[in-house]
């Protein structure tokens, strides 16, 4: 079995990797976001496992990829991918993680959303986060919608695979598009990978926007929501609540995780 995972960044695609993984034999090759792939090596492996991210057709070619016989795509809630992006591009982004001061910015920001939530728009964070590090503007923020359903129109054989779903337990499309049964509980991630994982919640969004950006994002998300049945509810939670460990520890601890991953390889070339 040659299966391929993709889906835009924060929608599961590692999760789903990695369930995946233990369910196929030891000797499957796997291939966690390869930067680049031959092929011809496809037919060489009776099971082969790769996942890759969909981005901007200049760096994702997926002409190689073509040839799998096993095509799934996971898809997110748009507004808690939104979230979910804001909050792992810090740990994701050399030019800022190794800034003690541009760290601290974006940490005292979050910390004053999370005390008064409706203070400050996720708008106003990409803003702000884009600010910090010098690049990219707010309306780029939901391009990758786009992007991810111009690639799925173009290529249509892929099995769509709900994030809500998959966190849920709720296999069956999986199961029964690969033939296998998966197996129960958290998808064992090796340790190089936990930092990605955050809440595998679903509708935190409700409590990080704002009625701005209700204004601003649903004409911009709606396509998106309705080409794989998210209903247009906006409602917004009455009485927001969001946690540190989900929003401004998260980042400082991802942060603090791909630092030292970063110096550990430094350290282990230089041997």
Known sequence: MRTLITGIARSGTSALYFKLKQALPETAWCLF??????AADLYRHPDVLVKVVIGPPARFDYAPFRGFDRKIMIVRDPRDNLVSRLLYHPCGTAAFREDETKVAAFIKAL???EADPGSMSVMALIDLFCAIIGRHRLDRSTEIYDMALDFHRANG??????????VAGRYAVLEDHLGVRLPGGEADVTAQYRHVERT???????????????AYFRPRLSPFMAAYGYADDWALA???RISSAHGSEFVRRSVAQRNAQ??????GSAA
């Open 238 to 240: 009455t009485e927001p």
């Open 111 to 113: 910390r004053l959303k």
């Open 33 to 38: 976001e390869p930067p680049q792939f031959d």
């Open 262 to 267: 970063a110096k550990e390889a430094l350290v």
């Open 200 to 214: 595998k919640a679903t509708n935190s969004w409700r409590h990080w926007f704002t009625a701005d950006d209700v």
């Open 157 to 166: 054989d892929f099995v769509v695979c709900r994030y809500e779903d998959f």
